[in-house]
């Protein structure tokens, strides 16, 4: 395996498995994001479903981390409802959080194979919008 491994955050794990467990509630919030800021706070939240393509907790989680004036994020973990555990980033989310975050740490795996990935490991020959705005400066 060539993909390089960091130290798991169970705490940040912790934090994501405690929101899916008491703040999800039926089919409108299933999934919990908990994410490490680089000053050390956790940042946590809750996707938001609706068939038009409500966002996933990631995303919710970006908007909620800068409304608490969050905007650098070191790790970033997603947990599922119902005991499912660490669950990966979409295809969508992992685009949006490269974006965003592009020395990002994910959180994936499940059980003993839970592990700590870079962004760019979960999304190889990445497209980056930025270097593809032609009028920007
Ligand atoms: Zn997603």
């Not at 680089?38 to 970006?62: K, M, S, W």
Request: charged share 20%.
């Amino acid at each position: 395996m060539t993909t390089r491994t960091h130290d798991v955050d169970h705490e940040l794990i912790e934090a994501a498995a405690h929101v899916a467990r008491t703040r999800c509630r039926g089919d409108n919030h299933t999934m919990a994001a908990a994410a490490r800021a680089q000053d050390g706070r956790i940042v946590t939240a809750v996707n938001a479903y609706h068939f038009t393509g409500g966002p996933c907790a990631e995303l919710v989680l970006i908007g909620a981390a800068a409304a608490q004036g969050v905007y650098a994020l070191d790790t970033v973990v997603a947990v599922g409802d119902r005991d499912r555990g660490v669950v990966p980033p979409c295809g969508r989310c992992r685009q949006v959080l490269l974006d965003y975050f592009p020395a990002l740490k994910v959180i994936v795996g499940a059980g003993d194979r839970v592990r700590t990935v870079l962004i760019t490991d979960l999304l190889p020959e990445s497209y980056v919008w930025a270097d593809h705005q032609l009028d920007a400066e």
